[in-house]
């Protein structure tokens, strides 16, 4: 029976539910999905062709990142930094949406929207991707992947981004000064230091008061607006709420105050998943 | 000869295996909530996902549309960082055209097509991370997919390659093995009824050695099979016990 009201008057569902202040999957208004989360590394587990991986599991949504490296030269008006360079893919096999092609408008906003996030957060200092001044730097690839798509992958990756870099070690590479020569030491790698953790905490707005953090598909195909706040702990790298319904001053603190909360939580996600020496590819997938 | 030896004196591989093992085999069926059928296999550091979505009307024009069989649509993508060197394009290029074709007509040969005329089936496979046997790990992820998503199949495809090195046939090549230059030769089969579905071979090989090289690789179809089985029955138990019913 329940089912069949879902489907046939899916916005009556959930205002019977929202009205007792849960949401049918017996979350709270500003409850995240559970979250597992897998990191990987060269020597570890999840991607080992890639520098960095991670694959997160937010509910149904999947997420995976690789992080490649390759040389390049720098800019000459920036000859000191190096380059990273997101890429969202919401790909045919993610959810019956998406048509095989070329990226679709949505996974290019979210490529751009991760962009946004790595610069305003400037959590990888592009300097330290430099190799040897106006001649060589690094370019870091960031392949997201969605695996899964059950709404929310906004978070999900940012979240696999943060992870994933968090646990990128590249190679030492050397540049002889007279010869122009490189030479790659694979013995000597160099963890990549972030200079602060971005996470973000996304809201659907549903029938103009009520605030659902972390949505599902269906309440993101339901609500009216989305809004996402990014923050490093203590500031607030990025604010986006593109058009919808508008929110109270007070409801925007609201959002706020859970981007902070989020961070804490995932902060310690990420911290436990690097001390655990058990984490497989399989885990998250099998897992739920 | 190339620099690495691929075939120790002792008889064992570049990864320690003998002639005849496989990699390990770990999979798993029903990874995802949104396709209606889905798998992830690895194979030894291979690791690919596949999901099947349909069938369901036909996409993308009712020319396409067949009036006597079911339409099956593939598609091969290889994430930008499961190679050593970054891919540029995950799909689309020559290669994985060519890999999308081969799939195709694997699967275009094994679902009982017939049984759904004027529809459509997607087999969508991603390779997240590549060491060798790309088609044969796409082959098991995607019969796995196509049984989790309930499609009739004539029977399982299982999908193996072996080499030839030193006197030797090798079964389930790896990157390295692959990359030397020696001979691969590529096999799809129908496990129960012995039939090849699918047969490539590159590089040159005596005719006298061909049937050791074969018969390796319909082997180690074999052995896939053995796995693959055992890894579906199990998801049958678990599915069949979390609703209630009886084990098969």
């Known amino acids: 029976m329940a089912d069949e009201v879902r489907t046939a008057q899916p916005k009556e569902f959930y205002r019977k539910y929202l009205e007792q202040g849960v949401r049918p999957d017996n979350r709270e208004l500003g409850e995240f999905r559970p979250t597992v989360l897998d990191i990987g590394s060269k020597n570890g587990s999840c991607i080992s062709t890639a520098e960095g991986s991670a694959l997160i599991r937010l509910g149904n949504t999947i997420v995976i990142c690789g992080i490649k490296g390759e040389l390049a030269e720098p800019k000459t008006e920036t000859p000191t930094e190096g380059y990273l360079v997101p890429n969202v893919e919401l790909s045919a096999v993610c959810s019956p949406q998406f048509r095989p092609g070329p990226p679709s408008e949505q996974a290019q906003v979210l490529s751009q929207f991760v962009a946004n996030v790595l610069k305003n957060s400037q959590c990888v200092e592009l300097e330290d991707l430099c190799i040897a001044p106006g001649k060589m730097v690094w370019v870091l690839y960031a392949d997201l992947i969605c695996l899964d798509y059950d709404g929310n992958v906004a978070d999900a990756c940012v979240l696999a981004l943060t992870a994933a870099l968090s646990n990128t070690s590249l190679p030492v590479v050397r540049v002889d000064e007279e010869t122009g020569k490189t030479e790659t030491d694979f013995k000597e790698e160099k963890k990549i230091q972030l200079t602060c953790t971005p996470i973000s905490a996304t809201s659907a707005i549903f029938e103009d008061n009520v605030l659902l953090v972390d949505p599902t598909r269906q309440e993101e195909e339901l609500s009216t607006g989305l809004v996402t706040v990014v923050t490093d702990g203590k500031n607030i790298c990025s604010l986006e709420k593109p058009g919808g319904s508008p929110l109270k001053d007070q409801q925007m603190r609201l959002c706020i105050e859970r981007a902070f909360q989020r961070h804490t939580e995932a902060c310690n996600l990420i911290t436990q998943s690097q001390g655990s020496t058990l984490s497989t590819l399989t885990s998250p997938l099998v897992d739920r | ?248």
Not at chain 2, 48 to 71: I, N, S, T
């Open chain 2, 1 to 248: 000869m190339a620099g690495v030896e691929l075939l120790s004196d002792q008889g064992f591989r570049i990864d320690g295996r003998r002639p005849h093992e496989l990699r390990k085999i770990e999979c798993r069926l029903g990874v995802f909530r949104q396709a209606d059928g889905s798998a992830y296999i690895e194979q030894g550091n291979t690791k690919v996902l596949a999901a099947v979505y349909g069938p369901h009307e036909v996409r993308g024009g009712r020319g396409k549309a067949l009036h006597d069989k079911v339409v099956v649509n593939c598609q091969y993508s290889m994430a930008t960082f499961s190679t050593g060197e970054r891919k540029r394009r995950p799909r689309g290029d020559r290669k994985s055209q060519e890999m999308t074709m081969h799939l195709q007509q694997t699967f275009d040969a094994t679902i009982l097509t017939t049984l759904y005329p004027r529809s459509q089936i997607d087999i969508f496979v991603e390779v997240l991370q590549a060491d060798g046997g790309n088609y044969c790990a796409s082959v098991n992820a995607a019969t796995l997919a196509l049984i989790d998503a309930g499609i009739p199949l004539k029977d399982y495809v299982c999908a193996s390659s072996a080499g030839f090195v030193r006197d030797t046939a090798l079964v389930d090549m790896n990157h390295l093995e692959e990359s030397s230059g020696g001979t691969e030769l590529i096999i799809a089969t129908l496990p129960k009824s012995q039939q090849i579905v699918f047969l490539e071979m590159n590089s040159r090989l005596h005719e006298d050695n061909l049937s050791a090289v074969m018969d390796r690789a319909v082997a180690g179809c074999t052995d896939v099979y053995n796995v693959l089985d055992t890894a579906v029955r199990d998801h049958v138990g678990e599915t069949a016990a979390a609703i209630g019913g009886d084990a098969a």
